[in-house]
């Protein structure tokens, strides 16, 4: 299979090449030239996130040089469950899929993990380290960093919003050392990703460095995630005969966009809500609104303060007319009022302690209308409520438990630097001028 670019698409690529660039020369992003169609049958007996993605993403890999290597890559990049968990205590037939067992503790390191296992898996030349440059809005630095750290042939930089992520988010951010650097931007997260695509559009940096951007722009984070949708609806459909629906909460759309990919590919997926905090492009987009990317504004939910997201560019390859792609999704925006309530209530409620991200998911689940409630619903459960516990415990009166693998990251030292969000601020730290 080839992968094109959403600008020019005449612009391919090998799978191979696509993951190592991250972006399309044009600055597009790369997407698949078509998608495998596949039915429920197609995954009997496949019983592991390993066995049901190496089959899911076969098609993909076909042509390459690492086409062979999937089923490793797979059974590396998967090797923690992504349970789906009834709630007991709700009234209706609903569940959530648990993304936050993996290392850090958040859904990004289904795919940090295993776009790490594919380059690894690449050829690397001695003493020209491939150097992944990513911005974070509070989870997708601290999985990338755990994916690559003391990965030889990597150096991975990291560039947060300062002030802008959670304590612990930070810390997760920050500890690692040897071939991770860390930078606090002054500025949004917008500001960050800004630079990135500026550092990559840099003439100069791409001659001297091989970059590459470990974003939900690139293909090989994106692709793996379709593999807990698949079988999160292949596990309803073989138990209950009816194919879930889903609410994902969402930010840059990387996460959505794989439970869209999957439905197209054939997995038995009904509804695909999307849960925004306040930033409201999409939603209002979705609802008729011109597209109007702008500044994020900061939320409870700061993994999805994104203003601009960059997935759009796909979704809209995907369905050039929006009318289509409102057929295809809903979103609604949640305000940290909702949040917080949503928090206290169904802690009191169900038993349940949320993240903030996936508090927007419950809540608009709590605002479906009666009939629609009768659905097989399946909330995405995007991050760990530890954390966030500066903002979930005072909420809900007591401690959340840490994971031992986030307690282990919480006691490492921390170091970063801040710098100006200009490119040639960034370049100074890093002493690339
Ligand atoms: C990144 C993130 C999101 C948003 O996911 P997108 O793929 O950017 O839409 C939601 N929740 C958490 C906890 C995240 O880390």
């Known amino acids: 299979m080839r992968f094109s670019s959403t600008?020019?698409?005449?612009?391919?690529?090998?799978?191979?090449?696509?993951?190592?660039r991250g972006l399309a020369p044009d600055g597009g992003l790369y997407v698949p030239e078509r998608f495998p169609e596949y039915v429920p049958a197609d995954f009997d007996g496949r019983a592991t996130?390993?066995?049901?993605?190496?089959?899911?993403?076969?098609?993909?890999?076909?042509?390459?040089?690492?086409?062979?290597?999937?089923p490793a890559v797979a059974t590396e990049a998967f090797d923690f469950p992504a349970p789906v968990r009834r709630l007991e205590r709700a009234a209706d037939r609903v569940?959530?899929?648990?993304?936050?067992?993996?290392?850090?503790?958040?859904?990004?390191?289904?795919?940090?993990?295993?776009?790490?296992?594919c380059l690894a898996r690449e050829p690397h030349e001695p003493?020209?380290?491939?150097?992944?440059?990513?911005?974070?809005?509070?989870?997708?630095?601290?999985?990338?960093?755990?994916?690559?750290?003391?990965r030889p042939w990597a150096r991975v930089i990291v560039l947060f919003p300062e002030g802008l992520v959670s304590p612990r988010q930070q810390q997760q951010l920050t500890c690692w050392g040897d071939n991770v650097r860390a930078l606090a931007v002054r500025g949004t997260f917008d500001e960050c990703q800004r630079l990135v695509k500026e550092a990559f559009a840099d003439p100069g940096l791409m001659t001297r460095f091989e970059l590459s951007s470990a974003n939900?722009?690139?293909?090989?984070?994106?692709?793996?995630?379709t593999a807990y949708y698949?079988?999160?609806?292949?596990?309803?459909?073989?138990?209950?005969g009816e194919g879930p629906s889903f609410i994902v909460p969402s930010g840059n759309l990387g996460n959505v966009l794989a439970c869209i990919w999957a439905r197209r590919m054939g997995l038995p997926i009904g509804e695909i809500r999307l849960a925004h905090n306040a930033n409201p492009t999409v939603p209002e987009f979705l609802a008729g609104g011109d597209w109007r990317p702008r500044p994020s504004v900061p939320t409870l939910a700061s993994a999805m303060d994104v203003g601009n997201p960059s997935n759009m560019e796909r979704l809209r390859a995907l369905h050039p007319d929006w009318r289509e792609l409102a057929a295809e999704v809903r979103?609604?925006?949640?305000?940290?009022?909702?949040?917080?309530?949503?928090?206290?209530?169904?802690?009191?409620?169900?038993?349940?302690?949320?993240?903030?991200?996936?508090?927007?998911?419950?809540?608009?689940?709590?605002?479906?209308?009666?009939?629609?409630?009768?659905?097989?619903?399946?909330l995405v459960a995007t991050a760990h409520p530890a954390k966030f516990n500066e903002i979930v415990e005072p909420l809900i009166g007591s401690a959340v438990p840490v994971p031992p693998a986030l307690a282990e990251l919480l006691e490492l030292p921390s170091a970063y630097e801040d710098i100006a969000p200009d490119l040639g601020a960034m370049k100074a730290a890093l002493g690339l001028e």
């Open 7 to 20: 600008r020019d698409g005449s612009l391919r690529a090998s799978l191979s090449e696509a993951l190592r």
């Open 49 to 70: 996130l390993a066995d049901v993605g190496s089959r899911l993403l076969a098609p993909f890999f076909e042509g390459d040089r690492l086409e062979a290597d999937l």
């Open 95 to 117: 569940s959530v899929l648990e993304l936050f067992h993996g290392p850090t503790a958040a859904f990004k390191d289904f795919g940090a993990r295993f776009l790490a296992a």
């Open 127 to 150: 003493g020209r380290p491939l150097s992944i440059l990513v911005a974070t809005s509070g989870d997708t630095g601290g999985a990338v960093a755990a994916a690559f750290h003391r």
């Open 216 to 225: 939900s722009i690139n293909i090989g984070r994106l692709l793996p995630q």
């Open 230 to 240: 698949a079988m999160a609806s292949l596990q309803a459909w073989w138990e209950e």
């Open 331 to 378: 979103a609604q925006s949640v305000s940290d009022e909702e949040i917080r309530l949503r928090i206290r209530e169904d802690y009191l409620e169900l038993g349940e302690t949320w993240c903030p991200h996936t508090a927007t998911a419950a809540e608009v689940y709590r605002r479906l209308p009666r009939e629609e409630r009768a659905r097989r619903w399946i």
